[in-house]
């Protein structure tokens, strides 16, 4: 299947790949490692199992974050991922669009082009779920990630059900 046909994968960074809050204490089972002095503590908290198992999936996978063109420079080292196309965000100023609508949301819809995807995030709602299905002709998969765990055995197994269920 060539990429132009293949399901993607939008991937957030804070929350599935970060997990932050007051409640993180690591992942069970998770390998802790050091990162480089990039200014940035919260990059220990990536778990670089994440990575050949994000590769392994069915599918394309695309930053979708306002870490930018920063996660393929920072975050993709640390999974062992090449460097990945970036869904450019512009500044926004953080008011929520109509609704609740997540203002990711259109922006996500119009890169995928029509193509089937999932997108990974913990900011996830069901104002987004409702607006991706009235305008997004395919099939897309909304996966809200608790942002106190980051991606986890369960999410994995969702999203591998559902792309080889395309």
């Known amino acids: 299947m060539t990429d ?3 399901p993607l994968i939008f991937l957030d960074v804070d929350g599935p790949l970060i997990p ?3 409640t993180w204490h690591g992942r069970p089972g998770g ?5 480089p002095d ?4 919260l990059l220990t908290r990536v778990e670089p199992a994440d ?3 994000l590769a392994a999936l069915p599918c394309e996978l695309v930053w979708a974050t306002t870490w930018q063109a920063d996660a393929n420079e920072s975050v993709a080292p640390l999974l062992g991922l090449p460097d990945l196309p970036v869904v450019g965000i512009p500044e926004h100023d953080d008011r929520e669009e ?4 997540h203002w990711k949301t259109p922006l996500l819809v119009d890169w995928a082009a029509g193509r089937p995807f999932a997108w990974v995030d913990d900011e996830i709602s069901e104002a987004d779920r409702r607006w991706v299905g009235d305008h ?3 099939r897309a998969l909304l996966h809200r990630v608790d942002p106190g765990r980051g991606l986890t055995d369960a999410d994995f197994a969702a999203l591998d059900a559902w792309l080889r269920g395309l």
């Open 4 to 6: 132009s046909v293949r």
């Open 20 to 22: 932050f809050g007051p």
């Open 31 to 35: 390998t802790a490692h050091r990162t």
């Open 38 to 41: 990039t200014g940035n503590p």
């Open 51 to 53: 990575g050949p198992r």
């Open 98 to 101: 109509p609704g609740g609508l």
């Open 136 to 138: 997004h002709p395919e």
